[in-house]
């Protein structure tokens, strides 16, 4: 995007549901998981939150304007979301990064990324390692 650096994998690209539930299964998933999840925990989560933690979560998300505002209602004013990502870093080898080559992974973001979200969703950047953590505040 040029307006926020986030890069976007066409959706002709994208992986069927299917083909990324088989994906999925290749995963350690456990019943103790009480976090949502699409395929094994649908039922989403009611209730409002001090602190929203998404751990490789926003490289999967197909259509982020409407995860952001669902995420965003889900957290308390003054509240906080942390989130986990790998950031691109397009002058330093895009094309060799090795967190592109999973297919499931469809959006990729940087620190640039995060500033045009959190001005265009009310959040204010708390801290960000620049690398693959960052944290926000509901204004």
């Not at 456990?30 to 039922?43: K, M, V, W």
């Not at 986990?84 to 640039?112: G, L, Q």
Request: with cysteine; glycine share 4%.
């Amino acid at each position: 995007c040029p307006h926020c650096d986030l890069i976007f994998v066409p959706e002709s690209h994208h992986l069927q549901p299917d083909e990324e539930l088989a994906r999925y299964r290749l995963h350690r998933n456990t019943l103790s998981n009480d976090g949502y999840d699409p395929f094994f925990f649908p039922a989403f989560p009611e209730g409002s939150y001090d602190l929203v933690i998404s751990t490789e979560v926003f490289e999967h998300l197909r259509e982020i304007r409407v995860e952001l505002q669902r995420i965003r209602k889900l957290i308390k004013s003054g509240g906080y979301l942390a989130v986990m990502t790998s950031m691109h870093d397009v002058v330093n080898d895009f094309e060799n990064w090795w967190y592109k080559n999973d297919p499931t992974h469809i959006c990729f973001f940087d620190a640039h990324t995060f500033e045009w979200l959190a001005k265009e969703f009310g959040f204010e950047i708390v801290y960000n390692d620049n690398k693959n953590f960052i944290i926000l505040n509901k204004k």
